[in-house]
């Protein structure tokens, strides 16, 4: 797993974030999860790459938790088990994309 905190003072907009998913030859998608929405424990036979464009979202990834927010991104290792869970009173918003291994 990879982590990436956002250090720039000012968080990339989507546009900008979907340029780097594109120019690292990656297929995005925009995903939107309302307050307090948790998505079970599971697995990909692929790596996810996931960055918060808006809101924040709790990770548990193979037992480790952590928070990321604006601009953060993470890469889950294919079969690695995950789940996660939109924080706050507004919509989480992120952009996924998928790596074959």
Known sequence: ???TRWQAPQVPNKSLMKFIFEN????????????HKKISEHRHP???VRMIVKGEMLFNIAGNQFLLREGDRVEIPAN??????AQGNENCISLCA???I
Do not use: N, Q, W
């Open 46 to 48: 692929f790596c996810e």
């Open 80 to 85: 690695t088990k995950h789940s996660y869970l």
């Open 98 to 100: 998928y790596r074959a």
């Open 24 to 35: 690292e030859g990656l297929d995005v998608l925009e995903e939107s999860f309302e307050p």
């Open 1 to 3: 797993m990879i982590i």
